[in-house]
């Protein structure tokens, strides 16, 4: 340092996921370089660092931290303050403090990175062939965590003390595992029960093994045999459902699956998800893994134990979560042994325990990038920071997909998926999260909001929490999430487009159009409205609901290709309103197309025809859109099918292509009759990457600015978050 006079002392507050990724070793040996003193240490807010030196040398300091930080580190946002010097040498990392209000944002799990996948696979290293290895850069985070800060103490390593050669790498700021909380090798930490070697005998054998992974048991047959495959589901009451499928390298997803650059990234990526990818060898899987599904849900191993598995093995295992059908996966090794009995034939189970649920995540990939299907894994808890600060609100989500999310300050803290609230396990499995996450965050809520719908069962709990109640309407809440997540200015027009919602009027919305403005969302447009002859059964059979369309066109009924008798009933039921409630859903005018074009007739699974409509997509590229008019009624513009299903009737050609050519147009044709820059796309049926592509194309080709969901899925999983902004700016009112 030159001279006292120019030394500085430099205070930093970092927020974002500044603990378990190694910011703390990376500061130290970055500022130790520079010959800078002081310290850092985690806080319940993130991170804090207090550097003392040249003024010069801070600035190259900070420089570099933002740009040579950590793979897993993102850091939000930093608060900087010029404090008087103390005269310190040397730096060193402090113990982390406790404090109330605690808002760090938690880092999700990581999947293994190359150093550590190295080191189990080389004969000789300490760690060879150990199912708990880790660093700073990858392993369990989340689902290890008991508290925050986030320090080994307040894990579920904290009953494993660290052997002689463990607390050198741990202290060793030299070391990868300079700090790293889940550090362990095989002489003190957990351990299995089964070897590795059985587990993969059994496999071969084709038995169901109920492996307990990062979060939670998985159920893992051999995916080539027809016979295990069928045991599973049979067992796990999943007839038809697609099941989704570990590969044992990147290459053997290329042989059973178109892989684009972009989704080989995400699969080898840090987070480590599920990826949807188009069938191309079906001769690889056994056919009923995927069933008629043109689609197939693929990972890679994740964590050492799992690449350890499929090494041992050698094939692709179906990997399923461990619990049956509604219900949510078990995490502890006698809940496991308990509500798995009669479905796994080998459990495979360990003595790290698991703090808190969490299935894997799937996404698919579109041409703006992933679209988030499932939240979870690799992706919970990261908050998503919105514009102005917000009420405690608690905020209960939906009915199906479900999540919760805490509003603290500018961050909403979206939790892991829950899965559908149909089964009073699944109910237990909601409230046991809402209770965890405020446990984590010291969160004392003061608002609660939930939706609309009075038959959910989020919505049925909320007033039993003797707080403050603020119901929502379903398809606000999606427009709002994505606005919130893409801090969109007003005005906009937000659309949103799914299967159910539970409307103002008390029908069944899904294909809303909302002039946002001032806070203010004035429904402007959407569907012509249709009835759903035998309500849930029309969802189940597309066919009524294909029906219903062409009665109420005036078109040919039998196009819908029922039997004569139940098209009388079905068209008596219409004509008299008996249990065929109206809807304006676009999901479900998905469900009439795929049967009408021949698709798809049935809908064993939510969304499975819309699914098989847009895999139909082969037609000619110079397809055009059905006839899409916009008729005004009473100042709302309402967009009319009928001219759209005469032509289909006429000529199905490239019906699937043209249909979603169609949507486009109409999102666009409402873009500019309203004349709004910035258009909001939200909903279930935005998980269709076709669709989002080709909406993306045309409005933005009109000359409108189009934002959709990054990290938030756009499905109901994503509701808890616009909740919870519409219920904070509600409070202000």
């Known amino acids: 340092m030159s001279s006292v006079f120019t030394v500085e002392r430099w205070r930093f507050s970092f927020f974002g996921t500044v603990q378990g990724v190694g910011f703390r070793p990376f500061a130290f040996r970055l500022a130790t370089e520079l010959e800078l003193a002081g310290w850092v240490r985690n806080s319940a807010q993130g991170a804090v660092v207090e550097v003392e030196g040249e003024a010069a040398v801070l600035a190259e300091f900070v420089r570099r931290l933002h740009a040579e930080k950590p793979r897993a580190c993102w850091i939000a946002g930093q608060e900087r303050s010029v404090l008087q010097p103390r005269g310190w040498t040397g730096f060193h990392i402090e113990e982390s403090e406790a404090a109330a209000g605690k808002s760090a944002f938690l880092l999700p799990d990581l999947a293994t990175c190359p150093e550590c996948l190295a080191e189990i696979q080389r004969p000789g290293e300490r760690r060879y062939g150990y199912a708990f290895t880790n660093c700073t850069n990858c392993g369990p985070r989340y689902t290890i965590l008991t508290g925050i800060p986030y320090d080994r103490p307040q894990t579920t390593m904290a009953g494993f003390p660290l052997c002689s050669a463990c607390e050198a790498e741990y202290r060793d700021p030299r070391d990868r595992r300079f700090h790293a909380q889940p550090v362990a090798c095989p002489i003190c930490g957990p351990r299995l029960d089964v070897p590795v070697a059985d587990a993969a005998a059994a496999l071969r054998e084709g038995r169901i093994v109920a492996l307990k992974g990062v979060g939670g048991f998985q159920l893992l047959c051999d995916a080539r045999s027809a016979e295990a495959v069928a045991r599973l589901r049979e067992r796990k009451h999943r007839e038809q459902k697609p099941l989704a499928v570990m590969f044992p390298s990147i290459g053997a997803v290329r042989a059973g699956a178109e892989v684009s650059a972009a989704e080989e990234v995400l699969l080898r990526g840090p987070a480590a998800p599920i990826v949807l990818l188009r069938t191309t060898a079906h001769g690889l899987l056994a056919p009923n893994v995927c069933g008629a599904s043109p689609y197939i849900g693929a990972m890679l191993p994740y964590s050492p134990l799992h690449h350890l598995l499929l090494e041992a093995c050698g094939f692709p295992l179906v990997a399923t ?413």
């Open 321 to 733: 979560s461990g619990n049956r059908s509604d219900e949510p996966i078990a995490i502890d090794n006698d809940e496991a042994h308990e509500r798995l009995a009669g479905i796994a034939d080998v459990f495979v189970t360990h003595n790290r325990p698991i703090a808190r649920p969490c299935d894997d995540s799937v996404v698919r990939v579109s041409d703006r990038g992933e679209i988030v299907i499932r939240r979870a894994r690799g992706y919970a808890p990261l908050p998503v920071l919105v514009r102005d600060p917000l009420p405690r609100v608690l905020a209960l989500g939906a009915h199906l997909k479900s999540t919760v999310a805490i509003a603290l300050g500018r961050q909403v803290h979206l939790s892991q998926h829950i899965g559908d609230l149909e089964t009073a396990e699944a109910f237990h499995h909601f409230q046991r999260t809402i209770a965890d996450l405020c446990r984590l965050y010291e969160f004392e809520p003061e608002l609660v909001a939930c939706d609309m719908h009075p038959g959910y069962l989020s919505t049925q709990h909320a007033p039993t929490l003797g707080l403050p109640v603020v119901r929502l309407q379903h398809h606000m809440a999606h427009v709002a999430a994505c606005a919130a997540e893409n801090d969109v200015d007003e005005p906009y027009l937000g659309v949103a487009w799914d299967g159910t919602g539970y409307g103002t009027d008390g029908t069944i919305w899904g294909s809303e159009f909302f002039l946002v403005d001032d806070g203010d969302y004035r429904r402007v447009a959407h569907l012509r409205p249709f009835r759903l002859p035998g309500g849930e059964s029309a969802i189940r059979d597309c066919r009524r609901t294909a029906l219903s369309l062409l009665h109420e066109a005036g078109l040919p009924v039998e196009a819908a290709g029922l039997e004569p008798a139940q098209v009388r009933l079905l068209r008596q039921m219409l004509q008299q309103g008996v249990n065929s409630p109206i809807t304006t859903s676009a999901g479900r005018l998905f469900d009439a197309v795929a049967a009408l074009s021949g698709a798809a007739t049935t809908n064993a699974f939510e969304g499975q025809a819309p699914m098989h409509l847009e895999a139909a997509i082969l037609g000619s590229e110079t397809a055009d859109a059905y006839p899409h008019p916009l008729r005004n009624t009473g100042g709302t513009l309402v967009l009319d099918w009928a001219p759209m299903l005469e032509e289909l009737l006429a000529s199905r050609e490239d019906a699937p292509r043209r249909f979603h050519l169609t949507l486009a147009a109409w999102i666009t044709a409402v873009a500019r009759e309203l004349a709004v820059p910035r258009v909001v796309l939200s909903g279930g049926c935005f998980q269709n990457a076709w669709l989002t592509n080709a909406a993306i194309a045309r409005l933005e080709s009109a000359g409108h600015r189009v934002f959709t969901h990054q990290r938030v899925p756009p499905n109901d999983g994503g509701i808890a978050l616009g909740q919870a902004v519409l219920a904070g700016a509600h409070a202000y009112l």
